[in-house]
Nanobody, 118 residues
């Protein structure tokens, strides 16, 4: 069984920063062998890929809307995925999820809510 637990969300003002974390567990899940991604779902919208990262962490890819503001990283020894979010905008408001990349349909966690508002 694979469990992905997101944390670090909250309320932040426009222009602020947050760092999200995703802790992976499960005896059959070899975190270091899995490309990972951060996804988000805004109210009334489809879930979308925000960023993805290679197994070793050397290569990250970003959606156009977050490029230059968000940074994805990982610590394979800690089995943890991160998303550093800077210069946040109201349109970044969403529930953020981590998952493998491509996403495993049975791996979705509860997500963490990020609200950007003044």
């Amino acid at each position: 069984q694979v469990q992905l637990v997101e944390s670090g969300g909250g309320l932040v003002q426009p222009g602020g920063s947050l760092r999200l974390s995703c802790a992976a567990s499960g005896s059959i899940f070899i975190f270091s062998l899995a490309p990972m991604g951060w996804y988000r779902q805004a109210p009334g919208k489809e879930r979308e890929l925000v960023a993805s990262i290679s197994t070793g962490g050397a290569s990250g890819n970003y959606g156009d809307s977050v490029k230059g503001r968000f940074t994805i990283s990982r610590d394979n020894a800690k089995r943890t995925l991160y998303l550093q979010m800077n210069s946040l905008k109201p349109e970044d408001t969403a529930v953020y999820y981590c998952n493998t990349y491509p996403a495993g349909k049975n791996y979705w966690g509860k997500g963490t809510l990020v609200t950007v508002s003044s």
